[in-house]
């Protein structure tokens, strides 16, 4: 392409002359000749572009979706006689991408065009995914605004029927740390030396296939059947704990927990380059602390970061809870002395009960605290990341 190019640019045209080095060559024709050059490096300039220079208005495809839509909608309010927004909405941004189709084909030019339409759908797509989330934030901030207050983020649902009582999901907060808590101090550990022996210790190796395969099996497993291992497991191992507690609840996180644990740091540990091992070892440094000193020093942020979004990931279950740790309406400090209550299960227990409040109120807390995580995690990868310069 480039060649042909430079030849249209060096050729000159028919009846045009172009001077020679040693001065022969009339001045006209070097003229004519830097002339014929210029126009044709323009139109090559010209024939590159998509479309040329012409563009659709800024604001365009914005008000032409307002427009298709406003039409589409009068045509089913006034036309059909139909009130579905829903469906006038649908039409007509299916109508909207018919109209910028040709619109942008004819005045921008093929490719211009085919790109304008790539990137309202792109958009588009990005805006379904982002309306049901403000939404949904909207809906729990909305509703649970009313119950927001000291004595609700403080107090239990003990004695909640007797007159003046003010209940609250204190006791549910404490049980929800408590409980992820002890889930993080066993998963996070055995989830990054898992991690850790998949990855530097048995590379391909078939112990280590099979490991692999069995994370991948405990990544898919429901939540509900590790409820039911966590319960079965801590009664008989430890058959004084109770029929319920907080220690089996925190089981059943754990084997939700340690798999996307265990994938996160697999992930993180591969990224580091070989080179920084083999330098190491060049050096007679031992495999054990090439890991400690090197390996898991660069991969750091991500295995930190990714730790903290599995712990925000398995702190919202329920159905395991339901099963392990109970909902009773106190207090309880102790994992292996009696049920615990989480929020989660607060929610649910609400719902139960028909006390909509307050169920909001346990769902716009449990919100905040994912959030947290969530920007702890950003900071931590922001913060360790290796620097550059």
Not at 27 to 33: D, H, K
Not at 141 to 162: C, D, H, I, K, T
Not at 259 to 279: C, S, Y
Request: glycine share 12%; charged share 15%; proline share 4%.
């Amino acid at each position: 392409m480039a060649t042909n190019i430079n030849e249209k640019i060096s050729a000159p045209r028919n009846g045009e002359g172009v001077g020679s080095g040693n001065g022969t060559g009339n001045g006209n024709g070097t003229g004519n000749g830097i002339g014929a050059e210029t126009a044709v490096k323009e139109r090559v300039q010209v024939d590159l572009t998509a479309g040329g220079n012409k563009k659709l208005p800024k604001g365009f495809t914005f008000g032409a979706l307002i427009v298709c839509w406003l039409l589409t909608y009068g045509l089913f309010r006034f036309g059909f006689k139909a009130e579905s927004a829903v469906g006038a909405l649908v039409v007509g941004y299916l109508i909207f991408l018919v109209v910028m189709r040709f619109v942008s084909h004819g005045v921008e030019g093929r490719r211009a065009g085919k790109d304008r339409m790539a990137g309202i759908i792109i958009t588009s797509a990005f805006v379904i995914a982002v309306v049901p989330l403000i939404s949904l934030l909207w809906a729990v901030v909305q509703n649970a605004v009313p119950v927001l207050n000291y004595s609700f983020l403080n107090n239990s649902m003990v004695g909640m029927s007797e007159a003046g009582s003010r209940p609250g999901l204190g006791h549910a907060i404490v049980g929800t740390l408590t409980i992820t808590g002890t889930t993080a101090i066993i998963a996070i550990p055995l989830g990054i030396m898992t991690a850790i022996y998949l990855v530097e210790y048995y590379r391909g190796g078939w112990f280590g296939k099979i490991v692999t395969f069995l994370v991948d099996i405990m990544t898919g497993i429901p939540s509900i059947v590790a409820g039911l291992f966590a319960a079965a497991f801590v009664g008989m191992v430890a058959p004084w704990t109770g029929h319920r507690n907080g220690l089996m609840g925190a089981i059943a996180l754990v084997v939700l927990m340690t798999p996307i644990v265990v994938r996160n740091t697999e992930e993180m540990l591969r990224i580091v380059p070989d080179e920084l091992r083999e330098a190491s070892y060049a050096l007679g440094v031992t495999k054990s602390r090439t890991i400690i000193k090197v390996v898991l020093r660069t991969a750091l942020p991500g295995i930190v970061s990714g730790c903290v979004i599995a712990l925000a990931r398995v702190i919202g279950e329920s159905a395991p809870l339901m099963i392990t740790a109970s909902s009773p309406d106190g207090f309880n400090y102790s994992l292996i002395n009696g049920p615990v209550m989480t929020l989660p299960v607060f929610v649910y227990s609400m719902f139960q009960r028909g006390m909509m409040d307050y169920a909001w109120g346990g769902a716009f807390v449990l919100v905040i605290i994912v959030l947290i995580l969530n920007l702890i995690a950003r900071f931590i990868a922001k913060v360790f990341a290796p620097k550059t310069h």
